[in-house]
Every structure is written in structure tokens, then in C-alpha cells.
């Protein structure tokens, strides 16, 4: 569906041309020349985004300008004049207006100004959405970092919302570092054992000669190292939730111990003849292909299908980069109050490179690269130099080369690549770096390139 732009342009002969030129770019066009017809559109219509002339002949342009705002807060408004002032400039931006041009203008110009404001509206858009989920987030839990304005994300909550308040057996599935556990404590925090014990075990971290004692607890005596009784995992969630991370380290005599214990609900402390009733809700969680390993015989298929009542998957980052600013916008609010700073936010180019750059590691890595920023971080906001090389070379930002990635170097750096893509025209180079030629011209002198 073509998107739709209100031209509002008290010399008619101007606006048509505009609106023409609009058309042929494949925009749906409506055009009218003063703030009364244009409050009458705006009321029985919606609008991608809307350019208006500064000085209409009913109206003062930022007036009107302020009027849309409150009814339609997120549609970007494009102001042009033809009194190119600095102060109204800035008079305009204050007041809420996504860009300004300044006539005369080329067609380029104005169509790359357009495409911009609507990709720093819908920026603007997700921020808000972060912004409004981070003000959620409670810094003594991590549940609610699980809410998101991406889709997978909604499915993943509609998810974890449906099988919670069940007794279900869920198998959560995804890459190291996702955040699975924090998928199981939602589920159990949402389910009607919140109130009771959550255990976490890694099973990969259990030696296979040590699980029984791990899982079942022991009695005192009852091998070489047991000095005193102990309680097993299995003892300590009873009436809540014990999670299992890692399930498929199991080894297969460790696996037939814990089928025994979910299919019978009873178990037996290691060195001990009374039978144990628990009533446990299991939660398991493995980022390795369990079907897979099923058909290879290295994991049990009945147990699979005890742990698998339930599936869920958490998406890996990359997966759900509309996302990225909740988590980093959390993860620097966490790494504040652990490290007593106060960093407002993050570049321009940082997020720039947050969005280029393939999250391997997940969550767990955005984590750790915004802690470790914050740390070295001695401005209001994070910057690219404060950034692990692995962040900031990849894609078309640099050539992997070891040279010092300060601010300048940075745009600089883009320029050269805009100009070289192509083949130095100006006005497509302005465009591809969302600024306008003049500024364009403006940096190339300032960095005296060559070109």
C-alpha cells in the first residue's frame, strides 16, 4: 500500500508540482493551501507524514504544526520556508517538527529529507515503546525484561501467559544466552507456585557420578565425602518449580533416574529406604536439538516427551533487533546503579553499530558490552569508543582494520564509503547518509577530502 503525504502549500501552482512529483515517486498525494482545509483533511483522514508550508495565509505554519502534534503526536510534520531563518529553525524543532527544508529546493532534496524524517519517526516510535517497557522493569527482578514491541517477543509472553498457570511440563528451546532462564522464572512467577521455592540446576555442571546425590539428596555415610544429610533438588522445589537447564548434558543412566522420579512423584534420598512424595513442576531448557538426539539415541525419547508436554523458544537477539534498545536501555539502568554512574543513553553511532552487529552471544553479550561501556564510559552518553572492537568491525562501518575508531573517524569513514557507493554523486551520497547536500558539501570541506 503506498504511503500518504498532505501537502499543505498556499501557492497552488507550487503544491501541484509538488504533489506530482510525489505521485510519480509512488506516494499518494493530497494537496491544500491553507490551515483551515488542512485541519478538514487531517480530520476525516490519516496521513503518513505531512509537508507544510511556514507561512500560510490563515495561519502561522509552527501554530498548525503544534495542533497536529497533539492530535497526532507520532506523525513526523516536514516544515519549508522560503525565509530561511536559524532562530525559526530552531523555533520549529522545539515546537515538534520532524525536519526543515528550506525553498528553493531540488526534488532530491526534498524526497530525501521526507525518507528521513520518516525513518527518525519510526526510530522515535520504537524508543518510546523501550522506554515505556523499561519503566516496567523492576530492578529486583529480570521477568519483565521479556516484554517487547517485537513480534516474536509478543508470541513469546502469549506463550509463557497460556502455560503458566498450568501444571504443564515446558521444554524452553534457544541459543546460549537468550535469557531461558529468565523465560522459566516468568513462567513460575505467573504460575500458582510463585509463592514456593524455584531451583535452578545446571545439569551440565553435575558430574555424572555426583547427579543421584544432586537431584535425590543423600544420607549421612551413605558414600565416601556424604558428612552430613542432604537435601537434593528435587526435595528443595517441592510445591514449586525446578528448572533444568542444560538437560541434554544429562547422562542416559542420570536420565532414566529422573523419568523414574517425575513418572512416580517419589523419590529416595541416596543411602535411604523411605520413600519421598514430592509434587514438583519441571521447567527444562537446552540449547542443543533434542529430536535430534533423540534419533541418535543419546537422549531418552519417553523423557523427552515427559519434559516436552509444552514447548517454548526464546528467539536469539538478532532474531528480534526491534527489541534492542529495551534490552540495552535495561541493561544500562542495571549496570548504573552496580557501577554508581549516571550515563544518560547511547550515540547515534553506537545504537548504529548495536544494529549492525550480530549478537552472538544474545543477551548475555549486550549485557556485558553495556556494562563494560558504562565502566569506561566518562561522557553523559556511551559512544563508539567505548565499544569492543568485535562490535564496531563488522559490516560495511569499516574494513576491520586496527585504526582508532574515535567520532570523527567514524563519519569521516562514512563519507568516503557513501561517496564511493555512488560513484560520487552528491546528491545520492547526501541521501544514502540521510543528510542534506549542503551538509554534505559542509563535511567534505571540513575533513578536506579529495573527491
Not at 483551515?36 to 487531517?42: T, Y
Not at 568485535?390 to 573517524?409: C, L, M, P, R, T
Request: hydrophobic share 40%; charged share 25%.
Amino acid at each position: 500500500m503506498p504511503q500518504k503525504i498532505l501537502i499543505i502549500e498556499d501557492d497552488i501552482a507550487f503544491g501541484q508540482m509538488l504533489k506530482n512529483f510525489f505521485l510519480k515517486n509512488a506516494w499518494q498525494s493530497e494537496v491544500c493551501s491553507t490551515a483551515k482545509d488542512a485541519r478538514a483533511n487531517i480530520d476525516s483522514s490519516t496521513y503518513d507524514i505531512i509537508l507544510s508550508d511556514l507561512r500560510l495565509p490563515d495561519s502561522n505554519g509552527i501554530d498548525l504544526l503544534c495542533e497536529i502534534k497533539e492530535i497526532h503526536p507520532n506523525t513526523p510534520v516536514v516544515l519549508m520556508t522560503g525565509y530561511a531563518e536559524v532562530g525559526t529553525a530552531v523555533a520549529a524543532m522545539k515546537k515538534g517538527a520532524d525536519d526543515y527544508i528550506s525553498k528553493p529546493f531540488t526534488p532530491d532534496e526534498i524526497l530525501m529529507v521526507i525518507n528521513h524524517a520518516m525513518q527518525l519517526s519510526r526510530a522515535t516510535t520504537i524508543q518510546k515503546s523501550a522506554d515505556s517497557l523499561v519503566s516496567k522493569v523492576k530492578s529486583e527482578t529480570q521477568e519483565n525484561i521479556l516484554e517487547g514491541v517485537d513480534e516474536k517477543s509478543k508470541k513469546l509472553q502469549e506463550h509463557i501467559q497460556l502455560v503458566a498457570p498450568t501444571d504443564m511440563s515446558v521444554l524452553i528451546t534457544g541459543e546460549s544466552g537468550t535469557g531461558k532462564e529468565v523465560a522459566a522464572k516468568a513462567i513460575h512467577e505467573n504460575s500458582n507456585r510463585k509463592h514456593n521455592n524455584f531451583i535452578a540446576v545446571d545439569c551440565g555442571a553435575i558430574p555424572k557420578e555426583l547427579a543421584t546425590s544432586e537431584f535425590f539428596g543423600h544420607l549421612k555415610g551413605s558414600f565416601t565425602g556424604a558428612v552430613n544429610d542432604k537435601i537434593g533438588h528435587f526435595e528443595a522445589a517441592n510445591g514449586g518449580t525446578l528448572f533444568l537447564d542444560e538437560i541434554g548434558n544429562l547422562s542416559y543412566e542420570n536420565q532414566v533416574q529422573l523419568l523414574r522420579a517425575i513418572q512416580e512423584r517419589k523419590i529416595k534420598r541416596v543411602g535411604s529406604t523411605d520413600e519421598i512424595l514430592i509434587d514438583v513442576r519441571i521447567i527444562s531448557a537446552t540449547n542443543e536439538n533434542l529430536q535430534n538426539a533423540v534419533k541418535e539415541n543419546a537422549f531418552r525419547e519417553d523423557l523427552y516427551h515427559r519434559l516436552n508436554e509444552f514447548s517454548v523458544e526464546v528467539p536469539a537477539l538478532r532474531e528480534r533487533l526491534e527489541d534492542l534498545l529495551v534490552f540495552a536501555e535495561h541493561f544500562l539502568k542495571k549496570a548504573n546503579d552496580e557501577l554508581n554512574k549516571d550515563i544518560k543513553g547511547f550515540s547515534k553511532e553506537a545504537i548504529a553499530f548495536f544494529q549492525k552487529y550480530s549478537w552472538p552471544g544474545n543477551l548475555r553479550e549486550l549485557k556485558n558490552v553495556i556494562k563494560r561501556a558504562v565502566l569506561l564510559s566518562t561522557e553523559t552518553y556511551i559512544d563508539i569508543d567505548a565499544l569492543p572492537k568485535e562490535v564496531i568491525n563488522v559490516g560495511d562501518f569499516n574494513d576491520g582494520s586496527a585504526a582508532s575508531f574515535s567520532k570523527s573517524n567514524y563519519e569521516k569513514e562514512q563519507i568516503v564509503r557513501a561517496l564511493k557507493k555512488t560513484n560520487f554523486n552528491k546528491s545520492k551520497a547526501a541521501e544514502l547518509l540521510q543528510i542534506t547536500r549542503k551538509t554534505l558539501y559542509n563535511k567534505i570541506s571540513h575533513y578536506n577530502l579529495d573527491v
